[in-house]
């Protein structure tokens, strides 16, 4: 239990204190510590007895009256919710906290105030730093973008594998809506490609020799999306600099921002603003920065949905939905699952230094029955997990991840023989023409059947493109 002055709280709920994840810093009318618990301890770098019974500026000097969340709730009497706060500790450790500071009143007098915080300081740095690249790569430093893939982006049109009518049309759309600038929200279910959707868009564009820009809306805490994207000005919270954020990095270039029904509903309103306008305000500033960027959005819930249950914005919506793009989930594309995993194989034979020909009948039928709630991306991790244990040249059940051995893969349909010959072999050419970089002489050699034959089966399983 926490080292603490003046026995104002039951033990118990001393321990129960000691036990949250937040830290709890309470302090007296005159600014003096009376509760200080491990969690506050671990967050501020300091030990409990150096704050217990001292004035909260002599322990945080970087810290004054009007900067301290808890001395100002003592001073106003009003509560201050999620305030930003940055301060230096007692052995000069920079602090990055949101703060909850709540007056306490007995017997309707007020007698202290009470602070809950959580620490920012890990994901800032990380959040900054990654701004940083950002920017630094938008200045042509050619070292960092061999370094850092997070502002270039690496697939194209004729990366999207597909036999399916559906998605060969979603495939075509995209090309057209590419050489546009209008808004684009992708839909899609986790898993489906919507990213690979997005960076194809983007280097199939005029922009595409512009930064490319994601953001995932869901991996960074609401109190510090703002700043992220729209940057900060010198003085917006204690200890904020000037720095540009992500739609200004993304001047003259694309912004993927994904998952954007998990962006709180207020800054809903800033995007919208800027997306209308295309002026971006830093916070806490008041110079309007004019931006040219292109917005694509990305969703893994339906957009109705989404508006419904008060995640969504329905103006927003109407204005990132420009042009829409529904990807169809891999269970409604099976005529795929064979060439996906067949890509996956030659992808991870390189990747991983093997010769692994061809995937079990009983695999390939179970492939083809299961649901795939994870879809394309379930699938590539299936097949690269029984590419590491695999020894010999074919994959078969037992090398599938444990979660798909629950899904009854013995349920397959009756083996033709015919069917899995001409399967192996299709698939043993078309790994091999792979190897020799498609160079025909070369691959007969090395499978020892005539050139004239090699080139038969090639055009018999359509594999001459």
């Known amino acids: 239990?926490?080292?603490?002055?003046?026995?104002?709280?039951?033990?118990?709920?001393?321990?129960?204190?000691?036990?949250?994840?937040?830290?709890?810093?309470?302090?007296?009318?005159?600014?003096?510590?009376?509760?200080?618990?491990?969690?506050?301890?671990?967050?501020?770098?300091?030990?409990?007895?150096?704050?217990?019974?001292?004035?909260?500026?002599?322990?945080?000097?970087?810290?004054?009256?009007?900067?301290?969340?808890?001395?100002?709730?003592?001073?106003?009497?009003?509560?201050?919710?999620y305030q930003k706060q940055q301060f230096t500790n007692v052995r000069g450790v920079i602090i990055d906290t949101v703060n909850t500071t709540i007056p306490i009143y007995q017997d309707h007098k007020m007698v202290g105030a009470v602070e809950?915080?959580?620490?920012?300081?890990?994901?800032?740095?990380?959040?900054?730093?990654?701004?940083?690249?950002?920017?630094?790569?938008?200045?042509?430093?050619?070292?960092?973008?061999?370094?850092?893939?997070?502002?270039?982006a690496m697939f194209h049109f004729e990366d999207i594998i597909t036999q399916n009518e559906p998605l060969k049309r979603l495939k075509q759309t995209a090309v057209k809506v590419s050489k546009t600038t209008s808004p684009i929200l992708i839909y899609g279910e986790t898993g489906?490609?919507?990213?690979?959707?997005?960076?194809?868009?983007?280097?199939?564009?005029?922009?595409?020799?512009?930064?490319?820009?994601?953001?995932?809306?869901?991996?960074?805490?609401?109190?510090l999306l703002e700043s992220i994207l729209f940057g900060t000005s010198k003085g917006s919270f204690t200890g904020a600099t000037e720095r540009p954020g992500l739609f200004e990095l993304a001047h003259n270039g694309t912004l993927f921002l994904d998952e954007i029904n998990s962006m709180p509903i207020d800054l809903q309103a800033k995007l919208l603003r800027v997306i209308e306008d295309g002026i971006v305000r830093r916070?806490?500033?008041?110079?309007?920065?004019?931006?040219?960027?292109?917005?694509?959005?990305?969703?893994?819930?339906?957009?109705?949905?989404?508006?419904?249950?008060?995640?969504?914005?329905?103006?927003?919506?109407?204005?990132?939905?420009?042009?829409?793009?529904?990807?169809?989930?891999?269970?409604?594309?099976?005529?795929?699952?064979?060439?996906l995993s067949n890509?996956?194989?030659?992808?991870?034979?390189?990747?991983?230094?093997?010769?692994?020909?061809?995937i079990d009948h009983s695999v390939r039928s179970f492939f083809e029955q299961y649901n795939w709630p994870g879809?394309?991306?379930?699938?590539?991790?299936?097949?690269?997990?029984?590419?590491?244990?695999?020894?010999?040249?074919?994959?078969?059940?037992?090398?599938?991840?444990?979660?798909?051995?629950?899904s009854h893969l013995d349920k397959s349909e009756p083996i033709s023989f015919r069917n899995e010959v001409e399967k192996f072999e299709k698939n043993l050419i078309e790994i091999t023409l792979h190897k020799y970089n498609r160079n025909i002489l070369q691959t007969a050699k090395s499978l020892n059947i005539p050139r004239q034959t090699l080139q038969y089966k090639m055009k018999k399983y359509q594999l001459s493109k």
């Open 375 to 406: 879809n394309v991306r379930e699938l590539e991790h299936a097949i690269e997990s029984a590419m590491n244990i695999v020894d010999g040249n074919t994959i078969t059940k037992d090398h599938l991840p444990l979660h798909l051995h629950t």
């Open 116 to 152: 809950i915080s959580k620490n920012l300081s890990e994901i800032k740095k990380l959040s900054e730093r990654l701004v940083e690249l950002q920017e630094r790569v938008n200045k042509n430093d050619t070292s960092i973008k061999r370094q850092n893939s997070a502002t270039s």
């Open 1 to 81: 239990m926490s080292t603490r002055g003046t026995q104002t709280t039951p033990d118990l709920l001393h321990a129960v204190f000691d036990t949250i994840d937040e830290g709890i810093h309470v302090v007296d009318l005159n600014g003096k510590t009376i509760y200080y618990n491990k969690v506050a301890a671990q967050l501020d770098g300091v030990d409990a007895s150096e704050v217990i019974n001292r004035h909260v500026l002599d322990v945080f000097p970087s810290l004054t009256e009007a900067t301290s969340t808890l001395l100002q709730v003592i001073k106003s009497g009003s509560p201050i919710y």
């Open 192 to 223: 489906t490609g919507k990213e690979l959707f997005v960076q194809s868009i983007h280097n199939a564009s005029l922009r595409q020799h512009g930064p490319f820009i994601a953001q995932n809306c869901a991996a960074i805490p609401a109190s």
């Open 343 to 358: 890509h996956f194989l030659i992808k991870y034979n390189e990747k991983f230094h093997k010769n692994v020909f061809s």
């Open 283 to 339: 916070v806490g500033g008041t110079k309007g920065i004019q931006c040219n960027v292109r917005i694509i959005t990305a969703m893994n819930e339906l957009p109705t949905q989404c508006i419904k249950k008060e995640k969504l914005r329905q103006d927003l919506f109407y204005r990132i939905s420009v042009v829409t793009l529904n990807i169809p989930p891999l269970r409604e594309r099976k005529e795929d699952i064979n060439i």
